[in-house]
């Protein structure tokens, strides 16, 4: 986990120093799963206000990880630190909700949350990590290593 914490907060650092006019506003989320989750290529997250649920933000994010299929990257190397930039404006207490998408049914088939309290333009890390855990909806061939994902027997 350190490495990647370290390459998020070089990240958010360099942003600063590139002369970006303002710091982002940055979401840290410590990123897990359970047993139970699957192979994992897309996360969806959603960050909701808590006083007014009407103001959010969402966004997906594909592995970086290479894979020997053609069509689509390796599963994330959980556990690791996510980095979500928000808007500004969702300044205070968020429920942030992350789910793993399946690459092929484009279905969740993990999900977990947490809360944070964003500061515009400041980094912050959630008090707690995410645990994803499956969502019993079956993945299709989400696999990173190219090979189907149903099996059948006669």
Known sequence: MSKRFGLAVAAIAWAALAGCAKTPTTIVVPLGTDATAPPILILGIDVVSVADPARSG??????????????????????????????ASLAGPVTVTIEGIDWDSKAVIATGSTTATVIAEHAVYTATAVVLTA????????????????ATTD
Do not use: C
Request: hydrophobic fraction near 20%.
């Open 58 to 87: 969402a966004s997906r994010q594909t592995s970086p990880e290479t894979s020997d299929a053609s069509d689509r990257p390796g599963p994330f190397p959980f556990p690791f630190y996510l980095p979500v930039t928000v808007d």
């Open 135 to 150: 969502t019993g909806a079956p993945p299709g061939d989400g696999g990173g290593d190219g090979a189907g994902g149903d």
